[in-house]
Each structure stands twice: as structure tokens, then as C-alpha cells.
């Protein structure tokens, strides 16, 4: 049953199209990301949801109900924004009060409600502070108790990890999982961050120049990306021109390969391929069945992570293997095989 | 390491210093002696003594004050709207704003009687009301320029259009939005600009003595055409009167929420996170 449903929703700013045929359901409790390159539209989709803009066609329902004409402060919504902002004004209890008292709460349940609230974002001591007193990692999670302690229908965020920094960028990430679960609260994520969207989501829109280009499960966007774009904007590829020899084989980087995943494709044709560079190792693992002769051109030691880059007929390959403590680092020069399973080839589509 | 005095520096920085205060101590040496062989208050006295001073000194402040409030009426409003909803023309609008900067009162008040006098359709300078309206309006537009400025500084502080979202995805009304987030973030910007424009509508003497107006500019003016020492001591009490302005300016525009308005112990260090 679908909770928050976009119908065909189109935005345009003048001549400017930024948002196209945009179809979405969000289930109820249902945590969905929008990710995709700034300029993409995915802030525009939000902001419609929240009520600051209008589509210029097609229609949003929230739990059955037609608001796409309805103004942001009639919408039950909770928003997190970039920026935080907090009012400064107003000390960490106040700004988690002030949806409440807009809304008429009496006094004693207020208190209650907003001392819960501080109580969710381990921030209960800091309930005097006014905002300029506050990291920005403190801030962001007062914002984010001010947007839920009116018990919205809605969780709106945007991009509301980006100003911080990698650490707590993380743990805030976490916190926002915890809580949404917690809250069994309907959330739309809006990030340019794949990681972030790929780790905290239920399922992903990939956006692209104001569509949806795929919808699905972090683990279907990553490994079966449907256009060029997701596979491309999602994680890092090494792409091979490739041409189809038979229907059950695709010929590339000077090997036949068989692939009975992909029977559809017409003999002949040029394709693209790819593979993840973590799907690549420079020896052998179970389960490795195909190989392609390489020379080592350099490798970089990332910690938990050795990454080579390897000359594979004249075209240079990503390789990503997990550090052990009895790896040796690739030495340039050195001849390799770069081994992988016929189950990693992924076949791009021909669609941008 | 070591520094020589910056002697050549400083030698200016004190002739520079002393061509202001050298005729301030002046006057104020002077504004002490009109007891004959002694030093005291008398003028000073002689002025509050006076009827006429503390009558056009309460005409004054009264038509300052509805000049503050017109004033902030008229630009806050404006300077939101802008910001939020037409940015693109913010620089029309600032350029709009100091055009009473570039156009001299006195054009200003000869328009007005032009315009406004008796053949006027609108002849607000028949009456008395009328013309002490036409004088508030008069100094609204003299101190637009700082209203507006002060207003939009204090506007561009803070994310006046993340914030007014915010608000609306709370629940809150526009009017709301306004008066319980906007203003008290705006309000050290408008009491500073509340300021400037007391301190500018007082003395005023210009279109105040072309209207006709019973105030202390033209007071200040005649006096110091018939008297020796009180205006010494008027001009002394009033540059006291704009640097208590200031100071009190100062002490609005750096106050943080949450602090008393004047702290005397030293604030709490407290570590921003910037980010």
C-alpha cells in the first residue's frame, strides 16, 4: 500500500524542464533516497513533496490524500535541511518546542514530548544551548528532533549530512536509520552521495536530468544497474567495447566469453561491459573462472583496500582487492592475470 | 622580536585625534564659563530651565519615534519580501534606498510644499496635522538609507529563506514566521537602524525649519543666534546624546541570544563548530 504517491509529476522553472514524468510510491516506514549529480532534480522532487513548490503538472498524495495544492505549513511534514537551520534565536529546547506550540500543545505535554525528543538524540544536556554554542554534527540532530517532535507524516531531509564531516557524518548517518526504524516514519533522503544513499535506504532513485532513471533495492542499483547513467554515476566501473558472437557469448579484451545470462542479445552487435574493480583479484579466488593476461601499471596501498592499475590490451583496468596481512603489493612492470566470475560481467544497456 | 615605535604613525594619529577633540573641549570649556571667574553648569541649567527646550525637544523625539516606527513598518517588510521572493532586484532596491543620500533635503521639502501645498489636491500643509505629518515622512525618507541598510545587514546574517521554510514545514503561518522568527533575529539590525534614525530626525534642521516645525533643530540653530553659552552647552549635550546611541547601538548589535544585554563578567568561552 503505497503511502506518499507522485504522479507523473513535471516542474519547470521558465524555459527550464528540471523535473519530467516523475512516478514514485513510498510505502508506509519505507526509507527512500533520492541520489543523483547536483542539477539533477532531486532537491526540486523534495521541495514539491514539502510543499515550497508547486508542480507544474501531475499530482502528490500523502496517506490518501491530494496535497498538491496544500501550503508546506498545512502538510505535516518534518524537514531537515543542509543548512540546519535552527533558529538562532532560540535556546535547543525552544526550537524543538516551536512546532508544538504552533500547533497548541498545552505546556506540560510540550515539556514532555521535547525532553523524549532530546532523550532520542542523546542531546538532553544541551537543552539550554542556543544553536552558535553547538558543533555542526549537534546541530543537525536537534534539527532533525525539532522536524519529528511534531509527529509528522512525513520525513523530509535534505542532504542533511553534507556540511559535516566524515566521522560524524557516519554516525549521524546511523543515528538517522536507528531513529527512522524506531519511528517506523515514512523518509525521503535526498543525497549526491551514493555511499550514503546505498547504506541507509530501503530502496534508491537514481535521478538523472530530471528523471527517474532506475528504482530499486541498494543492492539492484549497484549490481544490476538498468541505463548507462546508474552504472556509470554508481560505484566505479572498467568499461570493455565488446561485440556479441552468438547468442550465448560475448567476445572481449580478446577472449571469448560465455554468458548464458544473456541470451537476448542480437550476434554481431556492439556492446559495452563492465566489471566492478572489486570484482577483480590479481590471484585466483573460488569460484574465479575466467581470467585476462595484464601488466601491472602501479598500485596504491589504502589500508583496508589495495587498489592496481593494471594495462589490459592497451586499456587500463581498476583492481580492488582486500588487504591481508600477508599481501604483497603489485609491482609495476610485473605481468598479471586479472581473474573474475562470468556471474560479475555486467552487460551495460545501450539506454543513456 | 623587537619593533621600533612607530613614532612618524602615531604622530598623525593624534593631530588626526586632536582635530576633533581640541574643538570639543573648546566648546565645552566655554559652555562652562558663563558664571563671570568660575566654572560651572549655569548654561546648562538656564537650558533645561526653559520652557521652549524641553517643548521642542519632546515635538522632536515624538516625530523621531513615528519616523522609527513608520520607517520599520515600511522596510522590513520590503527588505524580507525581496530577499525571499525577488533577489534578483536587490540591487534596484539598494540603489533606490540611497537616493535621499543623493538628493538634497532641501529639493526634498521644496517638492513636498510643491506638491502638497494649497493648490494641492492632497494640501496636507494647511493644517498643522498635515504638516507634522509631511515632516515625519520627511524624516522616514532621510533615514532610509540606514533603516534599509541596517535591516537587510541583519537579514543577510541569517538564512532568512531556509528559516521562513523551516517555520512553514512546522506548521507556522507566514504572520507567524515573522513575528516569532524573523523579527527577534532581525531585531539588534532594526534597533541599530531605530538608532540612526532617532539620532538623524533630531537635530534635522532643514526640512524641520522649511515646514515650520516647532523642533529642537531650528531651535538649536536660533539660539545660537541670540545667546553666547547655551548653545555650546545644547551641542555639547547633544553629541553626548548621539554617543549614548552608539554605544547602546553597539551593545544591541553584538548581543548573542541568551546573554543579558550588557555582560560585565567575560562571556563563557565557548567553542563554535564551524561547518
Known sequence: MSFLTLKNITKSFGPNTVVRDFDLNVASGEFVSFLGPSGCGKTTVLRMIAGFETPSSGSIHVGGMDVTALPASRRKIGMVFQAYALFPNMSVRDNVAFGLKIAGMPRAEIDTRVAEMLDLISLGSLADRYPYQMSGGQQQRVALARALAPRPNLLLLDEPLSALDAQIRTSLRDDIRRIQQELGITTVFVTHDQEEALSISDRVVVMHKGRADQIGTPAQIYNRPTTRFVADFVGKLNTFEARVESPQSIFFAGQNIHDPRHTDLTPGAPITVALRPEALSLRPRPGDDLSLPGRVLHSTFLGSVIRAQIDVAGQQVSVDMFNRADATLPVAGDMAEVWFTRGDVLVLPSVM | ?275
Open chain 2, 1 to 275: 622580536m623587537s619593533r621600533r615605535f612607530p613614532l612618524l604613525s602615531t604622530l598623525i594619529a593624534l593631530a588626526g585625534a586632536a582635530f576633533f577633540i581640541v574643538p570639543l573641549i573648546a566648546t565645552f570649556n566655554f559652555s562652562l564659563r558663563m558664571k563671570r571667574g568660575e566654572l560651572s553648569f549655569e548654561a546648562y541649567r538656564s537650558v533645561f530651565d526653559s520652557d521652549v527646550f524641553l517643548g521642542v525637544l519632546g515635538f522632536s523625539a515624538t516625530a523621531s519615534l513615528m519616523a522609527i516606527l513608520m520607517g520599520v513598518l515600511i522596510v522590513v517588510p520590503t527588505a524580507y519580501w525581496v530577499r525571499l521572493r525577488v533577489p534578483r532586484a536587490r540591487p534596484v532596491i539598494e540603489f533606490l534606498s540611497l537616493m535621499p543620500l543623493i538628493i538634497p533635503p532641501v529639493v526634498l521639502v521644496f517638492g513636498y510644499v510643491r506638491l502638497y501645498g494649497s493648490s494641492s489636491i492632497l494640501p496636507l500643509t494647511m493644517t498643522e496635522a498635515g504638516t507634522n505629518v509631511l515632516l515625519v515622512i520627511g524624516y522616514v525618507v532621510l533615514s532610509v538609507p540606514y533603516m534599509y541598510r541596517a535591516v537587510d545587514n541583519g537579514m543577510a546574517a541569517i538564512d532568512i529563506a531556509t528559516l521562513t521554510e523551516a517555520a512553514e514545514s512546522l506548521g507556522a503561518s507566514r504572520l507567524r514566521t515573522i513575528v516569532f522568527v524573523i523579527f527577534p533575529n532581525i531585531r539588534s539590525a532594526i534597533v541599530s537602524g531605530a538608532f540612526l534614525t532617532f539620532s538623524i530626525s533630531l537635530g534635522e534642521f532643514v526640512i524641520t525649519s522649511l515646514l515650520n516645525r516647532p523642533a529642537f533643530g531650528p531651535y538649536l540653530v536660533q539660539m545660537g543666534q541670540d545667546f553666547a553659552y547655551q548653545p555650546a552647552a545644547l551641542a555639547i549635550m547633544a553629541f553626548a546624546f548621539t554617543w549614548i546611541c552608539m554605544v547602546l547601538m553597539e551593545a544591541f548589535a553584538t548581543r548573542k541570544p541568551g546573554q543579558r544585554l550588557l555582560q560585565w563578567r567575560a562571556p563563557r568561552s565557548v567553542t563554535k563548530a564551524k561547518s
